[in-house]
């Protein structure tokens, strides 16, 4: 059998994404899974954490953050400066602080933070209150393997039209895009971002794991079907490796 030409994903549900690199190693972007209500408890457990990715500080996003890490002890944890002077005031190591823009090597992959149009407001829990501190900026990722397959975890954001110029600058293949609406783009913003990032996939996240989270797999269906793009959508339920 040839070797994987990429990599292969294991969705957890919401955002949580397992990337299991063609080297073998495991990078865990979004850590959410405990509190994850898509997650099968099944998936609670690891049987290791090569590294950790983290789009912004909501609690949905990085929930898990601190007691993945404490466990599995990965070789980079990867967020925003400021996230990650808050993960090592909660006694995290390895940690790969990085910007928008900016590049970095993650075991072997090539690991650029890219826009996302959204907050990421830290609620910090120590102590008598909680209260939000300073997250940085909100991200996405493009992630380049050296087998020359790039995809994109855009974590939570609007549409934007600078999505173009992520397909210029990285030519990521297949994207993760949230499509649940409220807090994100919605099928019809996602559909757009499909165009603008020229996917020939999509995973549609993000969506149905609260009731407010009202977009769905069907509109967006209907949304790219209407765009007459080229992009296939799949569709993960937690739990399927792709
Ligand atoms: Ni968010
Ligand atoms: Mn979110």
């Not at 994404?17 to 405990?34: H, K, M």
């Not at 990650?84 to 992959?109: I, T």
């Not at 210029?168 to 949230?178: A, H, K, N, Q």
Request: glycine content about 12%; hydrophobic content about 45%; some cysteine.
């Amino acid at each position: 059998m040839p070797p994987a030409a990429r990599p292969s994903f294991l969705y957890y549900g919401h955002s949580t994404v397992g990337v299991r690199s063609v080297g073998g190693r495991f990078i865990l972007i979004d850590p959410w899974v405990q509190g994850n209500p898509m997650c099968p408890e099944k998936l609670y457990d690891f049987a290791t954490i090569d590294a950790i990715l983290i789009t912004h500080a909501h609690m949905d996003h990085m929930g898990d953050a601190v007691a993945l890490a404490k466990r599995y002890r990965p070789e980079k944890v990867v967020a925003s400066f400021e996230i990650c002077g808050w993960l090592e005031s909660r006694g995290v190591g390895n940690l790969a602080p990085m910007g928008l823009g900016g590049a970095q090597d993650v075991l072997g992959v090539e690991v650029t933070m890219v826009r996302a149009d959204h907050s990421s407001g830290l609620l910090d829990e120590t102590g008598q209150s909680a209260r939000f501190i300073d997250g940085g900026v909100a991200s996405g990722y493009c992630i380049a393997s050296p087998e020359g397959f790039c995809f994109y975890h855009a974590g939570d954001t609007a549409l934007f039209s600078d999505m173009r110029l992520i397909a210029e600058l990285y030519r990521p293949s297949l994207g993760f895009l949230p499509i649940g609406d409220l807090f994100t783009m919605g099928p019809r913003g996602a559909a757009h971002a499909c165009k603008f990032l020229e996917l020939a996939q999509v995973v549609p996240i993000h969506f149905g794991t609260f009731p407010v989270l009202t977009g769905t797999v069907a509109a967006f269906l209907e949304e790219v079907a209407a765009l007459g793009i080229d992009c296939e959508v799949v569709e993960l339920a937690p739990g399927d490796v792709f």
